[in-house]
């Protein structure tokens, strides 16, 4: 019997920018909590009644989502993994850091869901100012240092420094089709353990795989990784790649937020669309 449902992926998973639904701050009033905005970009405050910071939209994010949704209607506990800006690589690094410890028990009551991302983006490991290594974001979409949080523990001589190395892999070594493949040999690591631990699991894309890839590199790769595809595309437990949920959100006009993230309705419109999908295809 599952009572655990983990799931992992990008800030579609996560809930990013959930706070800009007035049902998300009518719901926070109802408990006496009110939301303050910062001169941080993307940082909102929670105070309560007695205007106590309590914490940050963030946190409270993870209430709304097709996750906890879907948790609820399936009485299940909730783990979300997921992180906004997170890379497929990161995933399956971190989803296998979770399934590997669990107990043979745990593996027979868990159920794994992945909203895979962006194929373009990736992470890096560094050794921080305190001799920590700690896994970074290392997108396509952006030099390494704009991807940081206010938080993190870099020198700027580190940051300078890997800014440079961002240069050079963007212009010297970067190139779609090794990301592209990446993603497909993720997801196939990924499903594999999962069915060889006997863990139940789903995969959809979030974000399109090829969405910064131009067309005619979309058809040489649809040309050159033509078995993957297949097998990708004919999995009982693995969406089209070409349905992803935001082709949902778009196709059935669902408001989103100023920077493009999905809002609590089709946050609870893509809870129900999985529902149908593991009941359909017998995965619960």
Known sequence: MIDTLYVNGCSWTAGNELDEDPIFAEQLAKRGMTLHPTERPGVVN????TDNKVGIAADFWNEFTWAKRLADKLNLNLINDSTGGGSNDRIVRTTIDYVRNLTPEQRNSTLVIIGW???TR?????TDTQNVPIWFRFNASGKFSETLTLDHTLSLAQIEQIDKVYKLWMTDIFNDYERVQSYFQGVYLLSNLL???GIRYYF????PCWYFVSDEMVSEIQNNLGSWLSWHDNHTNIQAIDYTMQRFVREHNYKIAPGKHP???AHAAWADEL???LTTKNIL
């Open 122 to 126: 990736n992470e890096i490991c560094v």
């Open 204 to 207: 959809f894309n979030a974000l």
């Open 46 to 49: 929670v105070k309560d009644s």
């Open 117 to 119: 991302t962006f194929s």
């Open 263 to 265: 809002l609590v309705e």
């Open 195 to 197: 069915e060889n631990l």
């Open 275 to 277: 529902l149908r999908e």
